[in-house]
């Protein structure tokens, strides 16, 4: 069966330094990746996605993740954390079915100091 | 554009009461999903529809009840509220094309004392 685990609850950054967000996941075949960002009283947004092909994928507000097989990772990586990413960051994989339904891990907490 | 529109944003209930949570799409989207999110944990799906009048149970669907009369809208029903179900719910859409992510509404927050 498909899980995702998220080995780091919590992880504090300064401002300006890099981030990289832990995401191993378990799945028979080629998974299909996501990782969503959630702000304080929001919903979940899309950061980026991978299906196929190039294993690092670009998204949006900078962020970028590699998927390596032979690790069965997917970590979300930025160069330069903003005070404005502070946030929940959730990583997914659909199971492929009918209705690709997400199984989602537990997030990670990012907390950014000036 | 509106997306995804969930209501009502927050909802407190007394243990044993009913209610409904409202979800909107107006992408035109088959699927629709519900997911609940509890402290520390991701979300975890309770109900899902491949398109109106076809809905099929997720991870977590006891105690809860979903209809889809139409392509917009898949309410979640609470029959028997209980302190258990006291937890963040969300409503996702997505297209019929499997390359496509699934969108969420903003979230209801649900007490139930």
């Known amino acids: 069966a498909q899980s995702v685990t998220q080995p780091d609850i919590h992880i504090t950054v300064s401002e300006g330094a890099s981030l990289e967000l832990r995401c191993n996941y378990s799945?028979?075949?080629?998974?299909?990746l996501f990782w969503y960002v959630q702000s304080p009283g929001q919903g979940l947004q899309l950061l980026l996605k991978?299906?196929?092909?190039?294993?690092l994928v670009q998204g949006i507000k900078g962020f970028e993740a590699e998927f390596k097989r032979s690790q069965s990772s997917f970590n979300l990586r930025k160069p330069s954390v903003h005070w404005s990413d502070a946030a929940e960051y959730f990583c997914?994989?659909?199971?492929?079915?009918?209705?690709?339904?997400?199984?989602f891990g537990t997030g990670t907490r990012l907390t950014v100091i000036p | 554009n509106a997306g995804v529109t969930q209501t009502p944003k927050f909802r407190i209930l007394k243990i044993g009461q009913s209610m409904t949570l409202q979800c909107t799409q107006d992408?035109?989207?088959?699927?629709m999903y519900w997911y609940r999110q509890d402290p520390g944990m991701g979300l975890k799906l309770i109900y899902y529809?491949?398109?109106?009048?076809?809905?099929d149970k997720g991870e977590v669907p006891n105690g809860y009840n979903v209809s889809r009369s139409t392509t917009e809208d898949f309410p979640l029903r609470l029959e028997l509220a209980a302190p258990s179900q006291t937890s963040v719910y969300f409503c996702?859409?997505?297209?019929?094309?499997?390359?496509?992510?699934?969108?969420f509404g903003d979230g209801t927050r649900l007490s139930i004392l």
């Open positions: 996702a859409s997505s297209s019929l094309n499997s390359n496509q992510p699934q969108h």
């Open positions: 799945y028979g075949a080629t998974p299909y």
């Open positions: 991978y299906f196929s092909g190039d294993t």
């Open positions: 997914a994989v659909s199971d492929q079915t009918g209705a690709n339904n997400l199984f």
């Open positions: 992408m035109n989207h088959n699927y």
């Open positions: 529809s491949v398109g109106a009048g076809i809905t």
